[in-house]
C-alpha cells in the first residue's frame, strides 16, 4: 500500500460506487463532439452500415471495404463529401475495431478517393462576399421601418460583418436539435456607446471548451454603423423583453434561427450572398483597408491553417490583401 508522503489539503469525499463512475464517464464521453459534429458522424455512420447489409460484406472496416465504400459513394455525392463521411466512420467505429484509422490512412484507400475526386469531382461554388454598399443599401431598405424584426435583422447583419462573425454565432440553427443555449450572446454582457460596441461571444467554432472571447466594435460614422443600428435594436428589444436573456430576440420572444436571418437576406439580395457572405466580406473589408492578414485572423478567430485555406479559396480576399500590400509604401533599405 502507498502512503501519501505529505498531509492531504483537499477535503474528504466520498467514494462512488462502479456504476456511478461509469455513468459520469459516458456522459463525458458524450460531450466530447458538437451537437451537429455527433449527428453528421452519425449520418455517416449509417452510410457506411447501409452499404454493407446492401452489399452482404463485413462490418469490418478494412482498407479494402473502406475503397469500394468510397468508390460506391462517390458516384452517388460529392467527393469532397465522402472525405468527411470517413472521418465520422472512423470516429464512431475506433472503438470497436481499433485499426480502422490505419485502414483510413491506406494507400489504397487514399488513391481511391483521388481516383474518385479527379473522375467526378467538380468546383466549389462559393457565396459571394458581402460590401459596404451592400449594407449601406440593406440599412437604407430598412430606414423607415417601424418593425422589431427588421431593427433585429439589421443589428445581426451589420455586427456580424464588422466583427467577422459566423451566422451560427448570432442565430439558432434551424434544427431543434443541434440548438445549444450556451453558445447564445447574453444580453447583459453587451456595453456599449455612441462611438463604442462590446459583447462577450461565449464560442466560436474553434472554441472547444466555451472559453469565449470579447468582441470590440468602434462606429464607423457610415449608413451601416453597427452601433447605430444596435442601439436602435437594443431600445425595441429591452422595451419588449426587459426581463429575457438572450441578446437576440424576435418579436414573438424567441431566439433568431438561420431561417429568419436567410429569408430576409435573400430579399434583398441575390441567392450567391448567404450567411457566409457576412464573414467572407468583412475579412475583404478589412484587407482592402490595409489590415494584416495576421490581425484580420485574429479578428475573425481562425485558427492559423484555417484562415490560410479561407484566403486560397476566397479570391476576392486575396486580391484584396495583395492590392492593399501593393499599395502600402515598402521600406527602404540604407
Given amino acids: 500500500m502507498i502512503l501519501p508522503t505529505v ?67 462517390c458516384h452517388h455525392i460529392n467527393p469532397r463529401s465522402v472525405g468527411t463521411y470517413l472521418s465520422g466512420i472512423c470516429r464512431e467505429l475506433e472503438h470497436f475495431f481499433p485499426r480502422v484509422r490505419e485502414a483510413r490512412r491506406s494507400r489504397i484507400l487514399r488513391d481511391t478517393l483521388h481516383g474518385c475526386m479527379r473522375m467526378r469531382g467538380t468546383p466549389t461554388r462559393r457565396k459571394q462576399a458581402l460590401t459596404i454598399d451592400d449594407l449601406n443599401q440593406a440599412c437604407a431598405h430598412y430606414s423607415r421601418s417601424g418593425d422589431h424584426d427588421d431593427y433585429l435583422f439589421i443589428a445581426m447583419l451589420t455586427v456580424g460583418f464588422f466583427a467577422l462573425l459566423r451566422l451560427g454565432e448570432l442565430a439558432f440553427p434551424n434544427d431543434v436539435s443541434l440548438r445549444d443555449p450556451r453558445k447564445l450572446i447574453l444580453r447583459n454582457t453587451l456595453r456599449f456607446s455612441s462611438q463604442r460596441l462590446q459583447f462577450f461571444l461565449p464560442c466560436h467554432k474553434a472554441d472547444r471548451f466555451f472559453e469565449g472571447n470579447i468582441i470590440l466594435l468602434q462606429s464607423n460614422q457610415l449608413p451601416c454603423d453597427p452601433i447605430t443600428h444596435t442601439t436602435r435594436y437594443v431600445a425595441s428589444r429591452d422595451n419588449l423583453f426587459p426581463l429575457s436573456s438572450p441578446l437576440w430576440l424576435t418579436q414573438n420572444g424567441q431566439v433568431p434561427t438561420r431561417a429568419f436571418f436567410i429569408r430576409r437576406l435573400q430579399s434583398l439580395f441575390p441567392s450567391d ?24 485572423q485574429a479578428i475573425g478567430r481562425w485558427s492559423s491553417d484555417s484562415f490560410q485555406i479561407y484566403i486560397r479559396k476566397h479570391p476576392l480576399l486575396l486580391h484584396a490583401i495583395i492590392s492593399s500590400r501593393l499599395s502600402c509604401p515598402q521600406p527602404t533599405h540604407t
Fill in 7 to 73: 498531509r492531504p489539503r483537499q477535503p474528504a469525499r466520498e467514494a462512488w460506487s462502479m456504476e456511478r463512475l461509469l455513468h459520469a464517464r459516458a456522459v463525458a464521453l458524450s460531450y466530447t463532439l458538437d451537437t451537429s459534429t455527433q449527428k453528421n458522424y452519425g449520418s455517416a455512420l449509417n452510410s457506411y452500415l447501409s452499404f454493407i447489409h446492401r452489399h452482404h460484406l463485413p462490418i469490418d472496416p478494412t482498407d479494402d471495404t473502406l475503397s469500394l465504400f468510397v468508390t460506391y459513394m
Fill in 273 to 296: 450572398i448567404a450567411g457566409q457572405s457576412m464573414r467572407a466580406g468583412g475579412a475583404t473589408s478589412l484587407a482592402l483597408h490595409g489590415v494584416p492578414p495576421h490581425l484580420i
